[in-house]
């Protein structure tokens, strides 16, 4: 077969494999499809298939089909991080600026020194397998520590549509916090990469940013709504570009990209059926695109350990953050324990940082397998363990913000 008819069996295992699996299997309780969709990569990668039968994985996934499936992946993940930037409400976090700024600073920075020891612990206990070749230890460990810290935010409102509270005052009060963890979250990405090297880059796309940033809000606000939507894709890959140019990521563009943009300018509707449409259309090559980075060589068992004490420093670091606000604002019996289950889910956006890590070699293959086991464990267990808190503690959904 040409790469034409290659490339089309591959999508066809993309899109058949995961959606059946999800939809007879029944597990839509457990796991969104997008976390189905995470682990079929996983077992499509070289770790699983590419094991157990290498001359079909490498007839497959050869290097023109995997080159095809990262170019729609990488153009996919940008529209999606940009809309994520979009949709942050700073006014409504600086409105309610105490229990937001408590909040979120907790529920960041206590999984933050958890996962810093954690990491700490794989660098001390076993070696040198789990830190890239390009990174200082202080990077390995910010970098580890910031992916147990993270919150998934597109798969945090996936998972509150399905329970029913998004647009009740308890999920807008949560996705604050998600949102100005974000902020904090490519600050802390932009820092681990600061390349010395190329620090003027870097200083002059940032200059740059600013003064093309404002006169994209004089155009945006004159353009009428139809003609915004291509001018915010221009725009995007023009941030993407620069981004990667200057020694960032192009996925720091694209936030950015996002984040200088008015929600408001674009229709709320539309903005959602982009979302819905993009992990229906798109997403799941970039879900197995990341599938195929996974590893076990060099780490070996110890992956699932490491994914264990990361798991627990993520969860544990997320929810104790959670409480020790809920004290200190004097919130209701129950309610930090919902909020601090539904902020731990990690899945999309802790896979792009992640990816972004292992791109600049910041982590190993093997760390990143692992913290891919973790994202995908933290995000099953949201569902079945807020469910039936929300059911006892109701009377939350129709409290104040």
């Not at 915010?232 to 200057?246: E, G, H, K, T, V």
């Not at 896979?351 to 995908?376: E, P, Q, R, Y």
Request: glycine letters at 10%; one cysteine or more.
């Amino acid at each position: 077969m040409g790469t034409t008819e290659i490339f089309l069996l591959a999508m066809l295992i993309i899109l058949t494999l995961p959606w059946l699996v999800w939809r007879l299997g029944g597990i839509d309780y457990y796991a969104p499809l997008v976390v189905v969709q995470i682990i079929a990569g996983v077992l499509l990668g070289p770790g699983v298939l590419g094991r157990a039968y290498p001359e079909y994985y490498h007839f497959v996934f050869n290097p023109q089909v995997t080159g095809a499936l990262s170019g729609i992946a990488w153009w996919s993940i940008m529209i999606f991080v940009m809309i994520a930037g979009l949709e942050l409400d700073l006014r409504q976090a600086w409105a309610h600026r105490r229990e937001s700024l408590v909040t979120a600073s907790l529920a960041l920075g206590t999984p933050l020194a958890c996962g810093c020891v954690a990491a700490l612990a794989l660098l001390g206990l076993i070696g040198g397998v789990w830190k890239g070749g390009h990174a200082a230890d202080w990077q390995f460990v910010l970098g580890v520590g910031m992916s147990c810290a993270v919150t998934a935010l597109p798969i945090l409102i996936l998972l509150m549509e399905k329970l029913e509270i998004l647009r009740a005052p308890i999920g807008q009060r949560i996705l604050r916090y998600a949102s100005l963890d974000d902020v904090a979250i490519w600050g802390v990405l932009a820092l681990i990469l600061l390349d010395w090297t190329r620090v003027g880059r870097q200083l002059g796309f940032l200059l740059g940013f600013v003064v093309a940033a404002w006169l994209l809000r004089k155009t945006m606000a004159r353009l009428e709504e139809r003609d915004r939507w291509p001018a915010a894709l221009i725009w995007l890959a023009a941030c993407a570009f620069a981004a990667d140019w200057s020694g960032l990521h192009f996925m720091v563009g694209a936030f950015l990209a996002g984040v200088v943009m008015d929600g408001h300018w674009f229709d709320q509707d539309k903005m959602d059926g982009l979302r819905h449409n993009l992990l229906l259309t798109l997403m799941p090559v970039y879900f197995l695109s990341t599938g195929l980075r996974t590893s076990w060589e060099g780490g070996g068992a110890t992956v699932f350990l490491a994914a264990g004490l990361l798991l627990a420093a993520s969860v544990a670091g997320k929810l104790a953050g959670v409480h020790l606000a809920g004290r200190i604002l004097k919130w209701a019996p129950g309610e930090a324990s919902i909020i601090g289950w539904l902020l731990q889910t990690k899945a999309l956006i802790m896979i792009i940082f992640s990816n972004i890590l292992l791109d600049k070699g910041i982590i190993t293959s093997a760390t990143f397998t692992a913290l891919l086991l973790m994202a995908i464990g933290s995000t099953m267990l949201t569902t079945p363990l807020v469910a039936p808190k929300l059911r006892r503690v109701l009377q939350l959904v129709t409290k104040a913000g």
